[in-house]
């Protein structure tokens, strides 16, 4: 499977099966996004329903766990991903793994954490990211994490974008609180990422 895959075509759970079984699985940083664990030591409510979609290795989760978070859903479309998290959170609280298609799913949550699940979307399907993200969170529930703020040389996956489009397309359904060039990014992702806090609308 290579990555050119073509922005037209749909990424199908086989595409994201075939990528963890060859371990071809550059999104995965080995450690908890910067950006997500600065915001959530700062959040106060440990109870908190938390998603995290397109989760990969979920080490967020894992941080989130430890730190008493007691209700975080982790969802891939991967069945392979699935499998090695519930082999990794079995003993830790309050985590649930779910092997299921984002567009599909569903439930009410309020955080969604999005680190690189919204640029691994065909660019066809971002408003229906947004649409989509919207429906799973309560009024006023928040969409916390980094979007890619510059273009990519391959036809992806990932998909590159920039702040204008971004706000385009989210303010139908949110509130953009904060989007703006991460301070503490990874080094290799320096300059290239926004940070958000979309907050939704309660009128959609």
Not at 20 to 40: A, C, H, N
Not at 138 to 143: A, N, P, T
Not at 144 to 152: A, H, P, R, W
Request: hydrophobic letters at 35%; a negative charge.
């Amino acid at each position: 499977m290579d990555n050119n895959t073509g922005r037209n075509h749909e990424l199908t759970a086989e595409f994201w099966n075939e990528r963890w079984k060859r371990g071809q699985t550059g999104w995965d940083i080995g450690y908890p996004s910067p950006p997500l664990v600065t915001y959530m030591d700062q959040y106060p409510n440990k109870d908190a329903a938390v998603l995290i979609p397109g989760c990969g290795n979920a080490y967020e989760a894992e941080y989130l766990s430890k730190q008493g978070f007691t209700n975080i859903t982790l969802l891939d479309i991967s069945e392979e991903a699935v499998r090695m998290l519930h082999d990794k959170f079995s003993i830790l609280p309050g985590v649930t793994a779910i092997c299921n298609d984002f567009f599909k799913f569903s439930g009410t949550f309020d955080l969604i954490l999005e680190q690189t699940f919204f640029c691994a979307q065909i660019l066809e399907r971002r408003e229906e990211y947004v649409q989509k993200a919207a429906s799973l969170l309560r009024d006023g529930g928040k969409l916390i994490g980094v979007l890619f703020n510059v273009d990519f040389a391959s036809s992806g996956p990932p998909f590159g974008g920039h702040e204008t489009e971004y706000r385009r397309i989210f303010e139908s359904h949110f509130y953009i609180r904060t989007m703006e060039p991460c301070y503490n990014s990874i080094k290799p992702r320096s300059g290239a990422e926004l940070f958000v806090i979309l907050e939704k609308k309660s009128d959609v």
